[in-house]
């Protein structure tokens, strides 16, 4: 079964250097044949390895696509994108891919779920064993599926615009909802740069410094702060009040720069 990888750019938040990066990570982290696909309607910079395909006309105004929700994403299910018997996992340009990701296209190859992580807890919960915690439902950074399994998603929305947006405050809880089988990633594959690798307040005084977890596949960029932010020239302070550094991450920058992405201070203002 084939396998393709995804993405979606729309907008002035991240350049063609969040596409490059994550289509090499994805190159050498993924040991199977597969295509990456970056739907945009500004390809301009991006690696001539990345298959770009226009963003599909999905029935929603450009000028909405990121209110209440990040609705391009449901453009991945138009047809034609991906075909019927190709393996489809979606990233979203502010992960890191950091460990093999093969285990997720075996996830869906003789079944056909739609896998999406799971939210994330606050500190005092995460705690608590996995399954004792509290549900908080999906999280929309990592989703992955066969393409012919799916095919009712976009023909449901594009038919129902209205309804839904009114009904979902975002795609992320949309697609579980309508997509046939929903279930969870494993926990420990993809793991939250604010949660997972920062200490949690007050401990992040004593030990502020960002750590890279052991085991992880991806690490998710979701919030603040995003992956360019932690990358800045010591003193440019990044992040939320109780999740923030004030120093670039090492780990960060070698990765970024190991799959030819340029830092902060190199890009014209």
Same mark, same amino acid.
């Given at each position: ?11 002035? !938040?991240? $350049?063609? /250097? ?28 991006? %690696?001539? *390895?990345?298959?770009? @395909? ?14 209440? $929700? ?14 019927? %018997?190709? =393996? @489809? ?10 460990? /093999? ?28 064993? @996995?399954?004792?915690?509290? %549900? ?14 799916? !095919?009712? @998603? ?23 909802? =309508?997509?046939?089988?929903?279930? +969870? ?31 992880? !596949? =991806? ?12 990358? *800045? ?25 190991? +799959? ?10």
């Amino acid at each position: 079964m084939k396998v393709a990888v995804g993405c979606v750019k729309w907008g002035t !938040r991240f $350049g063609p /250097d969040y596409v490059n990066v994550i289509f090499r990570a994805v190159r050498e982290h993924l040991g199977v044949p597969h295509r990456f696909v970056c739907l945009t309607n500004q390809p301009e910079g991006i %690696d001539p *390895g990345v298959e770009v @395909v226009p963003v599909p006309e999905f029935g929603v105004p450009e000028v909405e696509w990121t209110k209440r $929700g990040c609705w391009p994403k449901v453009a991945l299910f138009a047809p034609g994108v991906f075909a019927d %018997d190709e =393996i @489809v996992l979606y990233l979203d340009l502010d992960v890191l891919v950091v460990g /093999d990701l093969a285990p997720f296209a075996d996830l869906v190859r003789d079944r056909s779920a739609f896998y999406t992580l799971r939210e994330w807890n606050p500190a005092l919960l995460r705690v608590l064993p @996995v399954a004792w915690r509290p %549900d908080r439902g999906s999280q929309g950074s990592v989703y992955v599926w066969r393409a012919g399994k799916q !095919r009712h @998603v976009f023909e449901h929305f594009t038919t129902h615009v209205q309804e839904v947006r009114a009904s979902y405050w975002s795609d992320r809880f949309y697609l579980p909802a =309508i997509a046939k089988n929903p279930e +969870y990633l494993p926990y420990a594959w993809c793991l939250s740069f604010k949660n997972h690798c920062l200490a949690p307040w007050p401990l992040n005084i004593v030990r502020p410094e960002a750590r890279l977890p052991q085991g992880a !596949r =991806i690490i998710v960029f979701h919030g603040k702060p995003r992956p360019m932010d932690v990358m *800045g020239p010591p003193g440019d302070r990044w992040g939320s009040k109780r999740r923030s550094g004030d120093q670039p991450v090492p780990w960060v920058r070698d990765y970024w720069r190991r +799959y030819g992405g340029r830092l902060p201070e190199t890009i014209p203002a």
